[in-house]
């Protein structure tokens, strides 16, 4: 079965430094993984995902992903991080279903603070 | 502007009353989805629905009803609430129903059931 793992519930860093937002996947096949973020108050935003294609994925807000099959990760990255970067951000992988359609398998989410 | 909203966006109710949360979007997309988030559970699939009339069971689906009569609405219905069902709900709509494309998220519907 597909599965999401991000090791870590919260991330701390401060401004202008750069982060990293761990996600560990388990699939059989190719795998369709996509980042989301969600503000406070708000529903989830997609930022970026991986497809096919060059394993450095470049998405909103200057966030970044690299997809690394050997090690089956999916980091999500920023070189500068910014106080407003701080939401709870989302690990995803997209399950194809026998019927056509496919089920979303998310991460339990990491809480990223920026500290001024 | 392109999107999905939800009503009610807060709702208190008690078990037993049955209630309905509406699911619009305005971008003409063929799958449309509902899904519950539980502190430290990430967000689970409850059904979802590769175009009109079609639906199908998510993760999570006991408890729950939906239709799909327009491709633009996706109605969430709760029969008999429980407080089991008190949570953060989120419809999501996306373009097709092949795997590649990201989801449109609602801004979420907090319920709480006594």
């Known amino acids: 079965a597909q599965s999401v793992a991000q090791p870590e519930d919260q991330v701390n860093v401060a401004e202008g430094n750069p982060l990293t937002v761990k996600c560990t996947y388990s699939?059989?096949?190719?795998?369709?993984l996509f980042w989301y973020v969600q503000y406070p108050n708000r529903g989830l935003q997609f930022l970026l995902k991986?497809?096919?294609?060059?394993?450095l994925v470049k998405g909103s807000y200057g966030f970044e992903a690299e997809f690394n099959k050997s090690q089956t990760s999916f980091h999500l990255k920023k070189p500068s991080a910014l106080v407003s970067d701080s939401a709870l951000y989302f690990c995803?992988?997209?399950?194809?279903?026998?019927?056509?359609?496919?089920?979303?398998?998310f991460g339990a989410g990491t809480r990223l603070f920026v500290k001024a | 502007e392109a999107q999905v909203t939800q009503n009610p966006r807060y709702l208190i109710t008690v078990t037993g009353k049955k209630l309905t949360v509406t699911c619009s979007q305005n971008?003409?997309?063929?799958?449309m989805s509902w899904y519950r988030q539980d502190p430290g559970l990430g967000l689970r699939q409850i059904y979802y629905s590769m175009n009109v009339e079609v639906t199908d069971k998510g993760d999570v689906p006991e408890g729950y009803k939906v239709s799909r009569k327009e491709k633009r609405n996706f109605p969430l219905i709760l029969e008999s609430p429980s407080p089991n069902q008190t949570s953060l709900y989120f419809c999501a709509s996306s373009l097709a129903a092949t795997s590649s494309y990201e989801q449109y998220f609602g801004p979420g519907t907090r319920l709480t059931v006594t």
């Open positions: 699939v059989s096949g190719n795998p369709y």
């Open positions: 971008m003409n997309h063929e799958y």
């Open positions: 991986y497809i096919t294609g060059d394993n």
């Open positions: 995803a992988v997209r399950d194809p279903l026998r019927d056509g359609g496919f089920k979303t398998i």
